[in-house]
């Protein structure tokens, strides 16, 4: 099953049908081609701690720095701006000043106000492969030959919502016109303000990271699969793994691995430029790790601050293209955008929802996880990877969590040595709008180094859905 797709381009009709992954494109004349979406190249900023480098830049500001850099790297190849034919961008936590921060940012960081800029926002945590999955599709459908992707999180800047009493309270002292009408209405207002204990202020942070379907904080989730006893995670593992991902991370930067996919941002308020990731710990081991405790239950869990993902703040910028129309440019190709899967899943257990994308996108393309050189899994917590990698590599964890979708047999073992190869979100940090980008230009430019051709990239997504794609090398 498939299906299609009409479009009037450039003075043609086109048609297209999708099926399996795999777009053929009808021309009005009976011809009929593939295209293929290629990645031109693909950068991000340095991924910060919140509260720390980047703690005054809003996410509109950080995205247009990524498209500074990416006009400039037009220049270098002669490509005239005007040959972008629009801009997603990926955001979760959308400024309250600026609801299609894609636009400001592209507009802002000097794009022609002519070039449209949509926002991918819904999609939580895996926005971002999302947003790389719409913009090949306007690809592959002949809407566009060529497409800005860009991600920006300032999770720093997630704003403090009033209890609703002291709202109010602020709306009439705004309304107020005489300084009698706004003394007293400044009179009634203090009391509520300094009375946080009866008027306490919503932590957006901690809003956004609760699912209302569930009533669960997203740490709680991975409590739920780190407790289940069919998986059987112990708190030694996570914290082993998390270990390693700091030690691969801090290993990487030391190799110069990160060069190509980083680029130093400055920072007007602190009048300096931020070069590296910040939240790597190399003095990560056990002990120190050991003495964590738990935040989500603090008598009987094993999720802590150490072995879960960082709340972070970054952009990242990556650019599509039709690929005859980026070699007939002259241009580089980093890689190709292929298959893309979905999946739902139960919200309290959501981390366990790549399993179901990655046995999606690996049906559609006929491929198995021996195909695949490198594998990029979001680190969202330590137990959400071993979870999946267990489920993955067992018959009997497969039907007994994923019977009910018809998935019975086991997909297959992910060595650790393809594993998030240079560590994960737990030590880089997670973004959440800007990681699915890392994810896919990580993956890359690993598959680059190893010369090897395919990579299969992963995420969880709060309010239980998973995402993965497929991208390759030729």
Not at 87 to 92: A, K, M, Q, T
Not at 333 to 348: H, K, M, N, T, W
């Amino acid at each position: 099953m498939g299906w299609f797709h009409a479009v009037k381009n450039r003075g043609k009709l086109l048609a297209s049908w999708y099926d399996e992954g795999r777009i053929l494109i009808w021309i009005a004349d009976g011809s009929s081609t593939m295209r293929n979406v290629v990645i031109v190249d693909g950068f991000r900023t340095p991924l910060c701690k919140e509260g720390t480098d980047f703690r005054e830049t809003d996410a509109e500001v950080l995205g247009a720095w990524v498209v500074r850099e990416m006009i400039s790297r037009c220049h270098r190849w002669n490509l005239p701006l005007n040959t972008i034919d629009c801009v997603l961008g990926s955001n979760v936590a959308t400024p309250m000043h600026a609801v299609n921060p894609t636009r400001v940012a592209a507009v802002t960081g000097g794009l022609p106000p002519t070039i449209p800029a949509d926002t991918v926002a819904g999609k939580n945590c895996g926005s971002g492969v999302t947003a790389l999955y719409y913009g090949s599709l306007r690809i592959r459908s002949g809407d566009a030959d060529t497409v800005l992707v860009i991600g920006m999180e300032a999770m720093s800047r997630i704003a403090v919502v009033y209890n609703r009493p002291v709202a109010d309270l602020i709306l009439q002292y705004g309304k107020a016109r005489s300084f009698r009408e706004k003394t007293a209405a400044a009179l009634t207002l203090l009391p509520k303000l300094l009375n946080l204990k009866r008027y306490p202020p919503g932590i957006g942070l901690v809003m956004g990271l609760t699912d209302p379907m569930c009533d669960l904080i997203m740490g709680q989730t991975a409590e739920n699969i780190a407790k289940d006893p069919a998986l059987g995670i112990t708190r030694e593992e996570q914290d082993l793994f998390s270990i390693r991902s700091h030690q691969l991370a801090a290993q990487a930067w030391k190799d110069g691995l990160f060069a190509d996919e980083v680029v130093p941002m400055y920072v007007s308020e602190r009048n300096a430029y931020v070069e590296r990731d910040n939240g790597i710990r190399e003095d990560a081991d056990q002990k120190t790790f050991r003495d964590v405790k738990p935040v989500f239950d603090r008598r009987h869990g094993s999720v802590t601050p150490a072995n879960a993902s960082q709340i972070t703040d970054a952009a990242a910028a990556i650019l599509l293209m039709e690929e005859e129309k980026a070699r007939s440019l002259g241009l580089p190709i980093l890689g190709y955008v292929r298959q893309y899967a979905d999946f739902g899943y139960e919200p309290s257990c959501m981390g366990l929802a790549p399993v179901g994308a990655m046995n999606k996108v690996l049906a559609d393309a006929r491929l198995t996880l021996k195909d695949f050189a490198v594998y990029e899994i979001n680190e969202a917590f330590a137990s959400v990877v071993l979870g999946i990698r267990r489920i993955l590599d067992s018959s009997s964890l497969m039907e007994r969590k994923f019977g009910r979708y018809g998935w019975t047999e086991r997909v297959g073992e992910i060595s650790s040595e393809d594993l998030n190869p240079h560590g994960g979100a737990i030590a880089l940090g997670h973004p959440v709008g800007v990681s699915g980008l890392r994810l896919a230009m990580t993956s890359l430019f690993e598959l680059k180094r190893r010369n090897a051709e395919r990579a299969l990239i992963s995420m969880c997504v709060g309010g239980g859905q998973g995402v993965a794609m497929i991208l390759e090398r030729k």
